[in-house]
C-alpha cells in the first residue's frame, strides 16, 4: 500500500525499529526491494535521488514505483531523497512521489530553515511529507569530501529550533556517516544521536549507510535512527549478481536478471534484519 513516510517514521519511533530506505534505478532494483519487504512483512521506503536521475529520469522512476507500491502487501512510501532544487521536487509531489528530501544543508542556517518551512506548507497541503537536513552528510570522494567532518556535526540545541520551526516529518543528521564506500571504518557519535531524539522527538536519518558495521546499525537504531538510507550496498550487490551469471554462463540479459534480483534481495533481508523492520508492516 502506498503510503507517506510520517505513517511509516511514526510507528518506527514509537515501536523503536529502523527502517530501510533503498533508492530503486531500475525495476530490478525496485523488485528487489519491495518483494523482500512483502516477504518479511516490513514496512519500506523506496525511490530515487537528485544525483541518481542520470541513470533513470523521475517520470521513468514513478511509472514503475508508485504501482508497485500501491499493490504492495505491506506499506510503502515513494521518496524522492536529496532533491537540491524546489522545481525538482515539486516535480516528484507532481509525479505521486508522497515524500520529498528537500537538500538546503549547505545554505546558511536562515536560508535552508526558510526554504524547508516553505516545502513543508506545500507538501503538508498536498499529503505529502517532508525530511530535512541538518548539518551536513558528505561524500566519502568526490566533490563533497570533507577534511574534517566533525565541522558539520549537527548540533542537538539547532536541531531542536530547526524542527519547531520547519515542522518537518523526519531529520536527517550529521554523526560520522557519510555517503558512498568508506575508506576507513567510521566512527558514530552515538551519544549526540541519542540526544538529538531526546530534544526533537521527531524521526531521525542516517544517510550513508551502506558500509556500516552491524553493531553501528543496532546502536543507532537504538539510540533514535528511524530510517536509513542504503544505495551503494545493493547497488554493488546487482553488479555481483549479474557477475555471478556470467560465470556461471548467462547468455541473455533475461538469463541475468534472476541472479541480479537475486544478490539484491539479499542485502536488502540483511538490512531489515538489522533494522528491526521484520514483521512491522
Known sequence: ML????EILAEAKK?????????????EMARAIIETAEELHAPVIVGTAEILLPAM???RV????????????????VHYDHGLTFEKCMEALRLGFTSVM???????Y??????VRE?????????????GELGHVGDNEGAGKMEDPSAYFTDPDVAQDYVQRTGVDALAIAVGNAHGDYKFPPKLDFARIEKIAE?????????????LSDDDFRTAVQKGICKVNIFTDIDKAGKAGIEKGLQDGAKSMMELIPYEVEAMKAVVQNKLELFGSVNRG
Open 62 to 77: 514513478a511509472e514503475y514505483l508508485l504501482p508497485m507500491a500501491r499493490k504492495a502487501s505491506v506499506p510503502v512510501c
Open 110 to 115: 536562515e536560508v535552508n530553515l526558510s526554504k
Open 3 to 6: 503510503v507517506n513516510m510520517k
Open 15 to 27: 515501536g523503536g525499529y529502523g527502517v530501510g530506505f533503498f533508492n530503486a534505478v531500475n525495476v
Open 102 to 108: 528537500y537538500d538546503c544543508s549547505t545554505e546558511d
Open 119 to 131: 516545502m513543508v506548507k506545500i507538501c503538508h497541503a498536498m499529503g505529502a511529507t517532508v525530511e
Open 199 to 211: 530534544v526533537t522527538k521527531t524521526p531521525l536519518v542516517l544517510h550513508g549507510g551502506s558500509g
Open 57 to 59: 529520469s523521475l517520470e
